[in-house]
Nanobody
């Protein structure tokens, strides 16, 4: 079983940067594709980015492509989301997720494991 702890959110000004982290609990972490989702008040959960267990396949939502970078360090059981050039519309709770199938993350369905979320707020 996998337990995920996501962290790194905060309050930043438009144009600022944050790096989110998600740490997994066990040695099997490297076998999972990992992803990030976000959810703003009154809106449905949105896919943000995902990365395969090997790091060879990476997917981004169009809204964050060229601004956000997902990466992972399997030796540390950790996946990261580097967020640059942040905009107010990026404000949301960001959730880390793990799944054995990369495209389950892209589709946002039947996700195996979720973090509890970390708040990102971008001021105007």
């Amino acid at each position: 079983q996998v337990q995920l702890v996501d962290s790194g959110g905060g309050l930043v000004q438009t144009g600022g940067s944050l790096r989110l982290s998600c740490e997994g609990s066990g040695r099997t972490f490297g076998g999972y594709a990992m992803g990030w989702f976000r959810q703003a008040p009154g809106k449905e959960r949105q896919f943000v980015a995902a990365i395969s267990w090997s790091g060879g396949n990476i997917l981004y939502a169009d809204s964050v492509k060229d601004r956000f970078t997902i990466s992972r360090d399997n030796a540390k059981n950790t996946v990261y989301l580097q967020m640059n050039s942040l905009k107010p519309e990026d404000t949301a709770v960001y959730y880390c997720a793990a799944d054995l199938v990369l495209y389950d993350l892209r589709l946002g369905r039947t996700i195996d494991y979720w973090g509890r979320g970390t708040q990102v707020t971008v001021s105007s």
